[in-house]
């Protein structure tokens, strides 16, 4: 099938699934090509709901995921948003096409990944900033981050990234076990520097490695 024709199907199916929620978030998944950021033997995959293989081990999560994670991430254009784990790239370009003249910087630990990743989101003409490092210690030379976005499992709430946190900003994440289930959590930054919480579905991400991770 063609992949306009393909992703037509797929944004129709987490509609009715009631994945995704809103215009900014069906528009996003409208845009950006998916096929571009699976690697070639997967290419006809692209618009299945399922996680797909991106190399050392890691995957690119399943569409009806990300848009949950997306809509809970309540984005908006002109936010600057942090993800940590880059991966293929493609929600970092969605996240770039929500939020529009924001900022998005988003981090990876795998050199191989990161490169590879680098070109195509090049390619893909998205105002993405990448890096090449630990996620778990944010990047302070952007902060403060009205969003950040970890897409790996991990055991807590990083502290660097709490820090780095804007007031009233939101940190979003599976929070939970190294491998199995985890719970997609959201925690909104209070004035006096603490965490409000919010506990969404389950979820299973491979883990966050490093300082403040597995
Ligand atoms: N957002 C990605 C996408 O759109 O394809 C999917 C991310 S994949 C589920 C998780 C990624 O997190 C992997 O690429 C992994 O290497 C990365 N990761 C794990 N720990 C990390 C860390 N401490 N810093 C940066 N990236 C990390």
Same mark, same amino acid.
Do not use: H
């Given at each position: 099938m063609e992949p306009d024709k /393909?992703?037509?199907?797929?944004?129709?199916?987490?509609?009715?699934?009631?994945?995704?929620l809103s215009r900014r978030v069906q528009e996003a998944f409208e845009s950006?090509?998916?096929? *571009?950021?699976?690697?070639?033997?997967?290419?006809? *995959? @692209?618009?299945?709901?399922?996680?797909?293989?991106i190399g050392e081990?890691?995957?690119?999560?399943?569409? @009806?995921m990300i848009a949950i994670m997306l809509?809970? @991430?309540?984005?908006?254009?002109?936010?600057?948003?942090?993800?940590? +784990?880059?991966? @293929? +790239?493609?929600? /970092? !370009?969605?996240?770039?096409?929500?939020?529009?003249? +924001?900022?998005v910087t988003s981090i990876e630990r795998?050199?191989?990944?990161?490169?590879?990743?680098?070109?195509?989101?090049?390619? !893909?003409g998205q105002k993405v900033i990448t890096i090449l490092g630990d996620g778990t210690l944010g990047?302070? *030379?952007g902060a403060p981050y009205d969003r950040i976005i970890i897409t790996a499992a991990a055991p807590n709430f990083p502290q660097p990234l709490?820090?780095?946190? /804007? !007031?009233?900003g939101k940190i979003i994440a599976p929070v939970g076990a190294r491998s199995g289930l985890q719970m997609l959590t959201v925690g909104t930054k209070l004035k006096d520097g603490s965490l409000s919480t919010n506990v969404y579905c389950a979820c299973a991400f491979v883990p966050l490695l490093g300082t403040h991770g597995f």
């Open positions: /393909a992703r037509r199907q797929l944004v129709d199916y987490l509609l009715s699934g009631g994945y995704i950006v090509p998916r096929e *571009k950021f699976v690697p070639e033997e997967y290419e006809n *995959k @692209s618009y299945n709901d399922i996680p797909l293989p081990g890691q995957t690119i999560s399943a569409p @009806s809509e809970v @991430s309540d984005l908006v254009p002109g936010l600057r948003v942090l993800e940590i +784990g880059t991966g @293929s +790239g493609y929600n /970092a !370009c969605l996240i770039a096409n929500i939020v529009g003249d +924001g900022f795998i050199e191989s990944l990161f490169l590879r990743t680098r070109q195509i989101i090049e390619n !893909c990047w302070e *030379k709490i820090q780095q946190l /804007a !007031c009233g």
